[in-house]
């Protein structure tokens, strides 16, 4: 079977699931698994799938012995309106954890991780001549909810697969295609994921001095949220404190009880994270007791990230690689990203080296003349952007070899490959 992986990246990108409904986008995946004769499990942490193939040392078929290779993918998508303009664009709609119906798309690229990841193990089985060793494919639900790994390591994905020697994984971001990103070290920061809960005295719009308003108190918190970063992180230092919604209220001429604000933060390590999450309680909390609040605010973590932390060993070896299979200067160093990844738990649980890049999905005329202008900003859409479009070639079959290369990198050679 040749998979035609263009119509299968259009196909995902039109039918996009949110976080934890991935079923459809399952049922693609292991369709595809199946025709390739790779024996998997579905419905691992509720929607993800895991495929193995074995090519064992010995000639007999029967040792299973030699490196084992985790090649991990994510799958959900975003309540996004898509505004690409693309003929394939997504017009789906889902609903979302509170009942909500929302639209959805595939914001953040995971449509072409599916991809890359399938057409890589066609690619692989085909030249299973050439090497030796176990190769697991993750496809993962839920990463935009920072749980989809955990949940399918609870769900015995370690114990019921071969344990990583090693966990690879990639993300396509708008970098010029045919450019990939990676450093050893922190790749992508730790987040954190709160909501924020104040509390007042709902009332009558019109009798503001008999209420204890929670959406005036909600305007002054986000406002001296701010000043965290600008005030009391070292300039040198990487924190991000973003509040990325506020909800109170019904009607105008009503005051509200509550108002509710969902917090995202980030930082490079476990050090900055105490300093950053104690500063946002202060000012929580302070803020709440200027307004004459009554009862103490309620902050919940919602979700925790650790970060991405790159092994330096790993990474020079597939650094190397990159360079003998794309030619010197394919590969850069992005710094550390400010996103946030649960990629990184698999490795962790497994006690496994983790390598994490980035690969270019921006036509690479259309960046240059971005950066010439200085419009990079405004001019390439970035993930989680209604208008992010990774240009499907060539970023996909980069996708393909970056996972092939990498793969073969760390799985032995056969005698005479």
Known sequence: MTLDLDALYIDLHRHPELSFQET?????????????GIEFEEGIGKTGVAGVIRNPWSSSGESGEGPVVWLRADMDALPVPEQTGLDYASTARGTDPSGLDVPVMHACGHDMHITSLL????????????WSGTIVAV????????????????????????????VLGQHVTPLPAGTIGVRSGTQMAASDGLTVTLLGRGGHGSRPHSTIDPVVMAAATV????????????????AVVTVGSIHAGLKNNIIPAEAKLELSLRY?????????????????RAEAQASGAEEPPVIAIDHSLPPTI????????????????????TVIDPGMFTGSEDVSWFARDAGAPLVFWFWGGVDPQKYADAV?????????????????????????????ANLVVAAREFLGARAGA
């Not at 330096?312 to 003998?324: H, I, K, V, W």
């Open 119 to 130: 057409g890589a193990l066609e690619r692989l089985l085909a030249t299973k001549d050439e």
């Open 372 to 400: 010439a202008a200085g419009t990079v900003e405004r001019d390439i859409p970035t993930n989680h952007s209604p208008f992010f479009a990774p240009v499907l070639q060539p970023t996909l079959d980069n996708g393909v």
């Open 310 to 329: 790159n092994d330096a060993d790993a990474t020079g070896r597939l650094t190397a690689a990159f360079d003998r299979a794309f030619g010197e200067g």
């Open 24 to 36: 459809r986008t399952a049922g693609v995946v292991t369709k595809h698994l199946a025709a390739l």
């Open 139 to 166: 496809f993962q639900p839920a990463e935009e909810y920072g749980a989809g790994s955990q949940a399918m390591i609870a769900d015995g994905v370690l114990d019921r697969f071969p344990r990583p020697d090693i």
């Open 268 to 284: 490079p390590d476990d050090e900055a994270r105490a300093r950053i999450l104690e500063k946002v309680e202060r000012v929580v």
């Open 223 to 238: 406002m001296r949220l701010q000043t965290i970063v600008s005030r009391e992180v070292d300039p040198r230092d990487v």
